[in-house]
């Protein structure tokens, strides 16, 4: 759970701010052309040995984080009876042991949440936390004294403190929790020498929707917090990142490729939209007729904060983005209006045709690029425009989106920032 208290975050900010500022070290060899700087890490200036604290495993078997030594370890806080913000962690590290799995580095990276509920985090929690969530990572627990030395080490805030009212309710025995755990969010790399080196504190942001067993854990705080992580990082972050500590190029199969929701997954998380923003959802995936114009819809649209994403079928980069714009428009199209723009096409037929394979929560229209230099200069396909909730264009990114968290960022700022 992210510490709630202002004056605690504007600390903790303050913190970060010095830590970045003293910690850092960027490097770059010629050998390779690694990611620098690092996507969301600080790097240690000196690498720190961690403790070799005695902790156990999900079957009870002793062990510590020395057992990887000689491996690469991702390592982050977590608690099974959080509902704010761990099930999110859970995803994002699942994410992760998939990309290193299909890069083939299982036996060079290690990828292993520890808890910061020693109370209440036995063995038996975490063999049924990992079948609720589909986790196949390593879970690591053990006594307070061996969390209140590691814990440390890292810098991890952790405290018991009163449940809400009315309190959460424990997924395991349906009772109500008579405690919760504040802590800080946060990821760490330890280089196989078993020294801490790469640090970042914020929540994790998941690449497309969250599993519906996972997102049954979180409270309204946690759903808030899916929507808008602080300090976020992800999956593919990490996975450059880790390419960085080991001075390696990234190869694109590191990179996880983009699941979009299905139809009925998007629907669900849309449900109970505005009215304004509902009626787009009710015409997901369609190509409007020739009679309904952008610039009307863009009118009707006032006081909502809208992106336009202009393509076309013979464009392969819009292609590859298109499943970016599925999640992202699951994601926030309760509180921002997404619209297609099909420019210069050969034929409806085509575009239907490739709106029919590529299925997002939003419709669209056809135009030429002419039509749209009313909003924007379009100097290629794809081209996306932001505008505000007054009608005005405040960005317009040139080309395809790479990754969820570029795009991601961009409707933040541009969309959500307004």
């Not at 309204?220 to 808008?228: F, S």
């Not at 190029?249 to 109970?272: C, H, K, M, W, Y």
């Not at 298109?322 to 619209?339: E, I, N, Q, W």
Request: proline letters at 7%; charged letters at 15%; one cysteine or more.
């Amino acid at each position: 759970m992210l510490i709630a208290a202002v004056a605690v975050m504007a600390a903790a900010v303050l913190v970060l701010s010095i830590v970045a500022a003293t910690r850092y070290a960027h490097r770059q060899t010629a050998a390779a052309a690694v990611p620098a700087p690092l996507a969301v890490g600080t790097e240690l200036q000196r690498p720190r040995a961690v403790p070799a604290v005695r902790l156990v495993d999900r079957t009870g078997t002793p062990t510590s984080l020395s057992h990887w030594r000689g491996r690469w370890v991702v390592l982050a806080p977590s608690m099974t009876l959080c509902h704010e913000v761990c099930p999110m962690t859970t995803a994002a590290l699942s994410q992760l042991t998939s990309q290193v799995r299909a890069a083939g580095l299982q036996r060079q990276v290690a990828v292993v949440e520890a808890t910061v509920d020693p109370w209440r985090d036995t063995p038996a929690r975490l063999r049924a936390y990992q079948r609720l969530s589909g986790a196949d990572f390593t879970m690591l627990t053990g006594r307070q004294a061996a969390f209140h030395r590691l814990w440390a080490f890292f810098g991890v805030y952790y405290k018991r403190v009163p449940q809400g009212n009315p309190p959460d309710v424990d997924w395991m025995t349906g009772k109500p929790e008579t405690f919760d755990v504040d802590h800080t969010d946060a990821v760490f790399i330890i280089d196989p020498a078993g020294q801490e080196l790469i640090a970042d504190e914020g929540m994790p942001q998941v690449d497309g929707p969250l599993s519906v067993s996972l997102r049954k854990l979180l409270n309204d705080r946690g759903r808030q917090n899916l929507a808008h992580p602080q300090f976020a990082w992800t999956a593919n972050e990490l996975i450059e990142d880790l390419y960085y500590a080991m001075n390696r190029n990234i190869p694109a199969s590191a990179l996880t490729r983009v699941i979009p929701p299905t139809p009925a997954a998007a629907a669900g998380e849309l449900a109970g939209s505005p009215h304004p923003l509902a009626a787009l959802h009710r015409q997901a995936g369609r190509l409007l007729a020739a009679s309904q114009s952008l610039p009307g819809e863009l009118r009707t649209l006032r006081g909502y904060p809208v992106v336009v994403n202009a393509w076309a079928s013979w464009c392969p980069s819009c292609r590859s983005e298109f499943p970016l714009f599925a999640s992202a428009s699951a994601r926030y199209g309760r509180r921002v209006a997404f619209l297609g723009n099909d420019t210069n096409d050969y034929s409806s037929s085509d575009a239907r045709a490739f709106l029919a394979a590529h299925p997002v929560s939003y419709p669209s229209f056809s135009g030429s690029v002419s039509e749209l230099s009313s909003l924007a200069q379009i100097e290629g396909l794809p081209t996306t425009i932001f505008l505000n909730r007054a009608g005005k264009v405040v960005h317009v990114h040139i080309g395809a989106y790479q990754t969820p968290t570029t795009l991601t960022q961009d409707i933040e700022r541009y969309a959500l920032g307004q």
